[in-house]
C-alpha cells in the first residue's frame, strides 16, 4: 500500500490528514504550506502520514467540486483528482476502521464520519498520533487529539519529551511501534488469508518457506508450529530416541533440551564460553560417545556459536548431525553465512519477542539435506505422506496460514530492523562501557555515529556493524575509557572474575560475525539488588536464564550440577536490559544512569 521508501524514525509520530487539509494543499491555498512541510517531515522520517479509508470517498467528492469552483471543467476536475488521489496514495497510507465498532460510534457521534477517522486513529497510539484538520468543531469523540497543519508542524519540530524523560516505564520489547509500522502491509496480508480461506498450509506458507530458504541460502525451509516443534520434528526427522544421547549446552531456554527427552534420548551438557555464553566447542570432543547422535549448539543472545569449528568436531567423529538452535540468532552472520544454514540442520522461531516475529507461535526448519526436509515435511502433519497415509510417527506441527502472513509483514523491514537493533547494542555498549558514566554529549555523538546506519530488504543491502564493517569489534568511541579504549574490567565476560564496579559488560561480537541482540544481556553483581532499583526507576529487566538445565528439576539427573561452572556462574549474574530496534538514546541514557548510579 505503500510505496515510498524512507526509513520511519523510532518516535515516528502518526498524522491522521482530513479531507480539508488536503485539499488545501492541492489547491495551494490555506494551509498548503504547513501541509506541505508534514509531507516533507514524512520523507525525513519524523512523522508517518495517513488517511482514513471512511474519507477517501468525501475527499475525490469536494476536491471535484473545489477544482470546478476553480473553472475545470467536470471531466478535467475528475481528471486532475484523480492524478492527485494516486500521488497521494503512494505518500500516505490508509487507515481502515473497523466494522464491530461502527454501531456504537454512530450512537456516540455528533458527525458520524469524524468519529471513524478517531476511531481508526486510535489504534496507532494516543500519545503519538494526531488528527490534522482545520475543523475545530470536528467529532474526536475523545479519542484523539486535533491540529490543526501549523499546530501538527509546531508539534513535530519540538524536542518530543520521551517516556523515558517523563520518568514513565520504559518497555522491555516494543511491538505496538512495530505494529504501527506494518500495519498496512499486515492488514494487506490478513486480509488476503480471510478472503481465500486456507488456513492451513495456504500459500503464504509456501511464500514464506521460499522467501527464507532464498535468504539463508539453505536449500529447504520448512516451518512449523513453533520453535520447539522445530527443533522437536528436527530429531525426529534424525531418528534420533531412546538410548541415544545428544550434545547440548546447559545455558539455554528449557526447549531445547525438552525435545531431547520427549524423543527418548539423553541430553549431554558441555559448558559454555565465558565471553559468548556459547558452548565451548574446547569441551566438546570430551563428551562424544558412541551413543552421540546429534550435537545441538545454540546461538544465545542473537550471536552464532562456533560453528565451522562445532562441525569440524562432528565430522571427525563419523559425521554427526548438527542442528543449531538459532531460536534467537536468525538473521546474523557467521563467516559471511546467515545462522540457521550453518549446519545439517538449523532451526529458528518466531515467538513475538524475537528479531523476526509473529503475532503468536511459529518456527523454521532449514537443511539443504533433500532426504531429512522431506522427512520433516512429513513429519509436521503426523507422519503423512499422502492424504491418510501415515509412513512415519509425525506430530501437528504446522504453522498456520496467518501467523505466517504476519511474518511475511516483518520480513520487509527485517534488515532494518537488525541494523536498529546492532544501533541500539552499540550505544548500550559504548554508554556503560565509560568509567565516567553516561554523558549526553558523548552519547548523542554515539546516536549521530549510528542512528543512519539501517538497511532494507527492498534493495538487497546488508546490516553493519556501527563502525561501518560486517560484524566488525566496534573501535575506541567516544564513551571509551579514560585510556582510550573500553576498560578490560568493563568488557570482560568472565563470570568468576572479580567485579571491580556494579555490572561487567560481555565483549562484542567477534571480526567473523555478527549478532542480532535478541536481548541485550550483561553481568551484574548484585542482580536482585540491582533488578529492584531499576523497578523502581520503571525500567524492566529480564533474566535470561537464572538457572542452567543441569540444575533444573527435570533435567538435573542428566548431569552433576558442578560439571557447568561458567553456567552456574552466568546464570547468577546475567541480566538483560530493554531491547528493542525502536529503542531511543533518551531511554538507553536513563538506563545506563540507574545502572552506573
Known amino acids: 500500500m505503500r510505496t ?41 522520517g519524523r512523522a508517518a502520514l495517513w488517511v482514513a479509508a471512511t474519507s477517501l470517498a468525501t475527499l475525490d467528492s469536494v476536491a471535484r467540486q473545489a477544482f470546478k469552483r476553480r473553472g475545470l471543467k467536470p471531466e478535467d476536475a475528475a481528471a486532475v483528482v484523480s492524478r492527485l488521489m494516486t500521488l497521494l496514495l503512494q505518500r500516505v497510507s490508509v487507515l481502515t476502521a473497523h466494522g464491530f465498532e461502527q454501531a456504537e460510534l454512530y450512537a456516540r457521534a455528533r458527525d458520524f464520519e469524524d468519529a471513524q477517522i478517531a476511531a481508526a486513529a486510535r489504534s496507532l497510539g494516543g500519545q503519538a498520533a494526531c488528527i490534522v484538520t482545520e475543523d475545530r468543531r470536528f467529532d474526536a ?37 512495530q505494529q504501527a509500522l506494518l500495519r498496512p502491509q499486515l492488514e494487506r496480508n490478513l486480509e488476503s488469508v480471510l478472503r481465500h480461506g486456507q488456513y492451513i498450509l495456504g500459500p503464504e506458507v509456501r511464500e514464506l518457506e521460499e522467501r527464507l530458504a532464498t535468504y539463508t541460502g539453505a536449500r ?49 551438557f558441555v559448558d559454555i564460553e565465558p565471553d559468548t555464553c556459547n558452548l565451548d566447542v574446547r569441551l566438546l570432543e570430551a563428551k562424544i560417545t558412541d551413543n552421540t547422535k546429534a550435537i545441538m549448539p545454540v546461538s544465545l543472545y542473537g550471536q552464532p556459536a562456533e560453528m565451522d569449528a562445532i562441525n569440524a568436531v562432528a565430522a571427525r567423529h563419523g559425521n554427526i548431525p548438527v542442528i543449531e538452535d538459532a531460536a534467537q540468532s536468525f538473521g546474523a552472520e557467521y563467516k559471511g553465512r546467515k545462522s540457521g544454514a550453518l549446519s545439517m540442520i538449523g532451526c529458528t522461531s518466531f515467538f513475538p519477542s524475537k528479531p523476526l516475529g509473529g503475532y503468536g507461535d511459529g518456527g523454521a526448519i532449514f537443511t539443504s539435506d533433500d532426504a531429512i526436509a522431506q522427512a520433516c515435511r512429513e513429519i509436521r502433519v503426523h507422519g503423512q505422506s499422502a492424504r491418510y497415509v501415515h509412513g512415519r510417527v509425525g506430530i501437528g506441527g504446522r504453522m498456520d496460514s496467518l501467523q505466517c502472513a504476519v511474518v511475511l509483514a516483518n520480513l520487509e523491514r527485517f534488515d532494518q530492523d537488525i541494523a536498529q ?41 546488508r546490516p553493519q556493524s ?23 574490567a568493563v568488557l570482560t565476560g568472565d563470570p568468576l572474575a572479580p567485579f571491580d564496579r556494579a555490572y561487567r559488560l560481555l565483549p562484542w561480537p567477534g571480526e567473523d560475525r555478527t549478532s542480532v541482540f535478541a536481548q541485550y544481556s550483561l553481568l ?74
Open 421 to 461: 537493533r546492532q544501533a541500539v547494542a552499540w550505544r548500550y555498549h559504548q554508554l556503560l562501557s565509560s568509567e565516567t558514566g553516561p554523558s549526553r554529549s558523548r552519547a548523542a555523538a554515539a546516536q549521530q555515529r549510528v542512528g543512519t546506519q539501517t538497511s532494507s530488504v527492498d534493495d538487497g543491502s
Open 4 to 44: 515510498s521508501k524512507r526509513s520511519i524514525s523510532t518516535v515516528a509520530k502518526h498524522l491522521i490528514l482530513d479531507v480539508n487539509s488536503v485539499v488545501d494543499l492541492w489547491l495551494n491555498t490555506g494551509s498548503a504550506a504547513s501541509t506541505e512541510a508534514l509531507f516533507a517531515a514524512e520523507q525525513s
Open 466 to 488: 556501527p563502525n561501518g564493517r560486517q560484524g566488525s569489534r566496534p573501535e575506541a568511541g567516544p564513551l571509551a575509557s579514560r585510556q582510550g579504549s573500553p576498560s578490560n
Open 220 to 268: 529447504h525451509c520448512v516451518t512449523a508450529a513453533s520453535g520447539t516443534d522445530a527443533l522437536l520434528i528436527s530429531l525426529m526427522a534424525l531418528g534420533i530416541g531412546p538410548g541415544d544421547e545428544v550434545i547440548t549446552t546447559p545455558f539455554t531456554f528449557v526447549a531445547t533440551v525438552e525435545v531431547i527427552v520427549l524423543v527418548g534420548a539423553t541430553p549431554v
Open 524 to 597: 551484574v553483581e548484585d542482580r536482585d539488588a540491582m533488578q529492584a532499583r531499576l523497578k523502581a526507576e520503571g525500567i524492566p529487566t529480564a533474566v535470561h536464564y537464572p538457572m542452567p538445565m543441569n540444575q533444573q528439576p527435570a533435567y538435573a539427573h542428566h548431569c552433576c550440577p558442578e560439571c557447568t561452572p561458567i553456567a552456574a556462574a552466568v546464570s547468577a549474574h546475567i541480566m538483560s536490559l530493554p531491547m528493542h530496534p525502536h529503542l531511543g538514546l533518551a531511554e538507553q541514557e536513563r538506563i545506563a544512569r540507574a545502572l552506573v548510579d
Open 141 to 177: 469523540v475523545d479519542e484523539v487529539t486535533c491540529k490543526t497543519p501549523a499546530q501538527a508542524l509546531q508539534w513535530l519540530q519540538q524536542e518530543e519529551r520521551s517516556p523515558a524523560e517523563r520518568g514513565a516505564a520504559i518497555p522491555f520489547i516494543d511491538l505496538a511501534t
